[in-house]
């Protein structure tokens, strides 16, 4: 399609458009987009884009990844996403096909994932008719995604999936609609390609570079603060702003502590790392944040999770927010200094300026509060408890991070999920977890998203026996492509969360939350789908299972049967303070005679009631 004037090499292709059809228009589109994994399950309306699809499959342009439910379709685009970075793609047909991506759409949305979502349509002519599997995705949809588009003309289909990239991928990231009436995919046209990156959208442009006055404004702040935090979400991850973060906490002193989102884009063993503050943080991220005179809020948004009660939430302090998003600077708490840019941008502005203007800290401003914050740790540390009679959920997940440092880890939701982020130390992309929508069935689907797109990496999926039964048909398609993931389940026969929540704020009245009678047997699934599955149940089992799992040149399932009553520890109960958590272990050498210990291996402090070191793993 494209020719070269031989008269002069150095003029621009001359464009030759060639008939083809709406679903040619669109595969070469995403093609030309980078797109090398689509995953989806085909039904009527979209069948002319599957039998292109065919032939951009023959010619090895695209892999085509058949799930069992859309659903699972969308969670392993955004799996793929988080993973890589990069647009994840899923199809689904019209009528009951969209709307089982709803969920997963839903997903990207509130955790700011980009991600190209693909709809089959009824006919043009028949839009508004109640026709066989019509359902107005569009509209459906408006409230959870970044952008959204009807292709009814199929000369606009290479223009609107262009446009569809550069939306999702740029600014705050998020999912974008397209959907696609079967006509419009049959229809041949005259066909122009439109190349990535050529797209103009006026009124869309997001701001890139912080105004520099606020920046200075900032830098006076960070100067002035004795009891400064930096707080970080996930928007870190989405502008790759580690190594900026890392060298603001060097260079000032300044401790972090990361959102749920936010895990990954701190050094989680470096000695200025918290951990994870909110309802289920650290004990001393949630003090700090308590008592800290200066709060730098780097890509998060102040979500209820992470905050508590919402006027207590960091009352003493002043605050710098940086986000991309101007909606969500100011949208739950005032900011001192507000700076709108990218958050990698503005950090490495600010970077600058001190360079420039050769800024030495002082190595004194926050020793006192880092001092503070030791004794926190000292006092209330993450506790490994080791029974006597059964497994810990919190020794499995040390152990299983203790053998695969390294892997990229998903998770689904509830106590696993939280107790894999006090206890995993993840680098950036390598924690993947339904953070904003809480969406119980994510961590397989979104652990093929990853491993597909990473082949030569670990994907380690960290489940629940109740959310792993709610995508577990996926793993029909895990064995089909022999998809080599990890999943973990942490089995205690309940709802775990909910179970807690029960526990606690409801009188224990345990109302539909039991799941010790259904859980399948893995090993039979397992060979049902003709994969390897095991189950452990005491702790002599345990390491050798692991070793066994990961050395395993294939997909496997480890079923860990673990206590049944642990509940996940520190809590903030809704509706109060960060300061306020319940479950803190009272670890106070006056009150209850515990030493604290150095681990052989790492050299981190713990409590001498500890079994293992929450930090490596090694046995205490």
Not at 272 to 277: A, E, F, N, P, Q
Request: proline share 6%; glycine share 10%; charged share 20%.
């Amino acid at each position: 399609m494209l020719s070269e004037s031989r008269s002069d090499r150095k003029t621009k292709p001359v464009v030759v458009p060639t008939r083809r059809t709406g679903a040619y228009a669109l595969m070469d589109s995403l093609k030309r987009h980078g797109v090398k994994h689509i995953f989806g399950y085909p039904g009527g309306a979209i069948l002319p884009i599957y039998d292109e699809l065919y032939r951009f499959e023959a010619t090895g342009d695209v892999q085509h990844i058949l799930v069992r439910h859309e659903q699972g379709a969308s969670h392993a685009a955004d799996g793929y996403a988080r993973a890589t970075g990069k647009v994840g793609v899923c199809f689904g047909t019209s009528g009951p096909g969209a709307t089982n991506l709803v969920t997963g759409i839903a997903t990207a949305h509130m955790d700011s994932i980009p991600m190209v979502i693909i709809t089959g349509q009824v006919p043009r002519a028949a839009i508004g008719t109640d026709a066989f599997q019509e359902t107005d995705i569009y509209g459906i949809t408006l409230p959870i995604v970044k952008h959204s588009y009807v292709v009814r003309d199929p000369r606009d289909m290479a223009r609107i999936i262009a446009e569809g990239f550069h939306i999702a991928s740029t600014g705050r990231p998020g999912p974008v609609l397209i959907d696609i009436p079967k006509d419009v995919g049959l229809e041949e046209f005259d066909y122009v390609p439109v190349e990535p990156g050529s797209i103009k959208l006026p009124g869309y442009r997001p701001t890139v570079k912080g105004n520099p006055r606020q920046i200075n404004q900032a830098i006076e702040l960070i100067r002035q603060a004795k009891k400064p935090l930096l707080y970080v979400g996930g928007g870190a991850i989405a502008a790759s702003a580690h190594n900026e973060i890392k060298e603001l906490a060097e260079h000032f002193q300044i401790p972090v502590t990361t959102t749920l989102m936010g895990i990954g884009a701190f050094e989680e063993h470096h000695p200025l790392s918290l951990g994870m503050l909110g309802m289920h943080g650290t004990a001393y991220a949630n003090f700090a944040v308590s008592e800290c005179d200066l709060l730098i809020a780097v890509g998060a948004r102040f979500d209820d999770r992470v905050t508590g009660k919402l006027d207590e939430f960091a009352a003493r302090a002043k605050v710098i927010h940086i986000d991309i998003d101007p909606a969500e600077v100011g949208k739950n708490r005032g900011p001192e200094v507000p700076i709108v840019g990218d958050v990698h941008q503005v950090l490495t502005d600010l970077l600058r300026r001190l360079r420039e203007t050769g800024d030495i800290a002082d190595a004194n401003q926050t020793k006192e509060w880092l001092g503070r914050i030791e004794r926190w740790r000292e006092d209330y540390p993450l506790l490994v408890p080791h029974p006597e009679t059964a497994l810990s959920p919190q020794e499995v997940i040390v152990e299983v991070g203790r053998q695969a440092p390294d892997a990229y880890y998903t998770t689904d939701v509830g106590q696993h999920q939280m107790w894999a982020a006090q206890f995993l130390k993840n680098g950036p992309r390598r924690w993947i977890s339904s953070a904003g929508l809480g969406t119980m069935g994510f961590g397989v689907p979104a652990a093929m998203g990853s491993q597909v797109a990473l082949p030569d990496e670990q994907t380690i999926c960290i489940s629940g026996d109740a959310s792993f039964q709610m995508n577990l048909q996926e793993l029909g398609t895990i064995a089909q492509y022999g998809i080599k993931v990890k999943i973990v389940i942490i089995n205690n026969g309940w709802q775990g969360m909910v179970r807690q929540w029960q526990e606690t704020f409801y009188g224990e009245r345990y109302s539909s939350s039991n799941m010790e009678i259904g859980m399948p047997d893995i090993p039979l699934l397992c060979q049902a789908y003709g994969m390897k599955g095991k189950v452990v149940s005491t702790r002599d089992e345990l390491q050798d299972a692991i070793a066994e799992m990961l050395a395993h040149d294939g997909p496997f399932v480890l079923d860990v049967q673990v206590t049944r009553n642990e509940n996940c520890y520190p809590m903030v109960a809704p509706g109060k303070s960060n300061a306020q958590m319940i479950g803190l272990p009272e670890l106070k050498q006056k009150d209850l005679q515990v030493e604290l210990v150095y681990c052989s291996n790492c050299g981190a402090k713990n409590a001498s009631t500890n079994h293992f070191c929450p930090e490596c793993g090694t046995k205490l």
